[in-house]
């Protein structure tokens, strides 16, 4: 196993250096001056000059580039040219709330899911499996924005049971924390569970056709226990790469969710950071989400070992 993560490391050194290069390059072709936005109305020759000249713009693209990766290798991802900020510390405080409001809402999606998967998959055919497929489709098609605003109209508006919108840190109140998250994090959950519903039903419909399967039946095994411990266990593995995946997607791509309920996390960030052409910070949460999505990877890799000790060798 650790010569396998020793090698999985092995491989993201390139994989990330390939990553810095087009999120440098691309963003250069943003439209617009940051520098002219950050010297106010007044735009006086003087300053600007003076920002180029501290932000290392006047500098060619590939001595800007190196610059870069040398702060970044020593964790100074630059600093905000908007807010001033250090972008690692706008970071630091934006990814925790979008990281939680990404584990609850893997949560409602595995719970909901896959345990709507197994069931549909052991009663293939039947009114059960056809309903979870119709509302699986429903979960897939439904647009998050119009469900989010649905969801507030009902919980918030006519049930006054949860909050519409805002965002109340874990430090300050858990109570509160979770019920501020709760309705983004059935949006977000609901396509997710979807999705990991559809790969579990057919994940299980392949392995519940197998030998084993049948050998297992016949000496009289309870069929929870052939169900879960035997089929479902070999039927991990896909299921297991499409939740790294989607739990990798949900760091970046939660922003109309975080939009609609007014969450101040990651995918808002990075969004006003392109409008506002602010490259330092652009470019640091780009290169967060990379080195996220290789980590999410190592720990499926990982997870493969201790599903399936079979593939150790």
């Known amino acids: ?4 993560i020793g ?17 440098f390059a691309l963003q250069k072709l943003l439209p617009g001056d940051p520098v002219l936005a950050m010297a106010g109305e007044e735009r006086d020759p003087a300053a600007i000059a003076q920002l180029r000249e501290e932000y290392h713009l006047n500098d060619p693209l590939s001595s800007q580039y190196l610059y870069w990766v040398g702060n970044a290798l020593q964790g ?6 908007r807010t001033k900020e ?7 405080s934006k990814l925790p709330v979008t990281l939680e409001l990404s584990l609850l809402a893997m949560l409602v999606a595995l719970v909901a899911g896959v345990g709507a998967g197994i069931v549909a998959a052991v009663r293939k055919n039947s009114w059960v499996d056809h309903t979870a497929n119709l509302v699986a489709l429903s979960g897939i098609s439904v ?8 969801l507030i109209l009902l919980f918030s508006v006519h049930l006054h049971w949860l909050p519409a919108s805002g965002y109340v840190p874990l430090a300050e109140d858990v109570t509160q924390n979770l019920r501020t998250l709760l309705l983004p994090a059935l ?3 609901t396509g997710l569970a979807a999705t990991l519903m559809r790969h579990t039903r057919a994940a299980m419909l392949a392995v519940l056709q197998a030998d ?3 050998t297992a039946r016949a000496k009289g095994l309870l069929p929870a226990r052939v169900v879960l411990r035997h089929a479902l266990r070999n039927a991990l593995v896909p299921i297991v790469t499409l939740t790294t995946l989607l739990f990798g997607e949900l760091l970046g791509g939660a922003v109309l969710t975080e939009q609609v309920f ?6 808002k960030m990075i969004v006003d950071a392109v409008f506002n052409r602010d490259y330092a910070v652009v470019q640091g949460v780009v290169l967060v989400v990379a080195i996220g999505f290789l980590l999410l990877n190592l720990l499926a890799d990982v997870l493969y070992l201790l599903i399936n000790p079979k593939m150790r060798g």
């Open 1 to 4: 196993m650790l010569e396998l």
């Open 7 to 23: 090698k999985r490391l092995l491989l993201a050194v390139p994989t990330l250096l390939l990553v810095s290069v087009m999120v």
């Open 76 to 81: 100074n991802l630059g600093v905000s040219l």
């Open 86 to 92: 250090p972008v690692t510390a706008l970071i630091a």
């Open 143 to 150: 647009p998050h924005f119009w469900l989010g605003i649905l």
């Open 187 to 189: 949006v977000l959950g």
């Open 212 to 214: 084993y399967i049948r």
């Open 262 to 267: 007014t969450i101040p996390g990651f995918g």
